[in-house]
């Protein structure tokens, strides 16, 4: 297994969390923001986010898989879901990357039942051309090609989550 160069820098994903965190703390001015984080992956995302976003908010998760190794399954399991009451809440969900968007889609979904005030998505990495299910995403960090990525949160086989740049990963053969 061999994890390559950094394709994202830890200086360019601080600077771009920055970034994202400055439009969301105007766009939130004055809301009730409830940052939702889709664990395990977006856990240094969303810690990362939360520090560097100017305005009150409140921190709730959803653990949630499809991903089988590298392919994924397309079937989405909820193992914990947000406590905190959503009605008259901003809810900004906040991904670690969305590929297929099978995932988010089916959180999103499930997040509307519960009638948010308002509901955005948040993902450091976008994979378009993977997309199966268009979803609308509000703030991109980065759009990366079809590729295998790891670190800052993203893992193989539940490795790699602690580095704190992101690299393409390959699997020897
Ligand atoms: P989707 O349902 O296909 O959009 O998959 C989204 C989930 O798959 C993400 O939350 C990640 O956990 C995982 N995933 C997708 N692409 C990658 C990748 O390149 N590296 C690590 N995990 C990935």
Same mark, same amino acid.
């Given at each position: 297994?061999? %994890? ?6 830890? #200086?360019?994903?601080?600077? *771009?969390?920055?970034? +994202?965190? /400055?439009? !969301? ?50 079937? %989405? ?6 406590? #905190?009451?959503?009605?008259? *809440?901003?809810?900004? +969900?906040? /991904?670690? !990357? ?50 295998? %990525? ?24």
């Amino acid at each position: 297994m061999v %994890v390559g160069k950094p394709i994202f820098t830890v #200086e360019q994903i601080q600077g *771009r969390v920055r970034e +994202l965190a /400055e439009v !969301i703390s105007n766009d939130y001015e004055g809301k009730n923001l409830l940052a939702v984080g889709i664990l395990r992956g977006a856990f240094m995302f969303l810690s990362d986010l939360v520090r560097a976003i100017q305005v009150p908010l409140t921190v709730d998760f959803v653990v949630a898989g499809s991903y089988m190794k590298e392919s994924t399954t397309g079937e %989405v399991k909820v193992y914990y879901d947000v406590r #905190e009451d959503v009605k008259e *809440r901003d809810v900004l +969900l906040v /991904e670690d !990357i969305v590929d297929t968007g099978i995932t988010l889609n089916h959180i999103r979904e499930r997040m509307l039942l519960k009638r948010p005030r308002s509901l955005k998505i948040c993902t450091l990495l976008d994979k378009k051309e993977k997309r199966l299910v268009d979803i609308p995403l509000d703030y991109v960090g980065f759009q990366i090609p079809n590729e295998f %990525v790891v670190g800052y949160g993203l893992d193989y086989d539940n490795r790699y989550r602690n580095l704190p740049y992101i690299a393409a990963f390959r699997k020897t053969i």
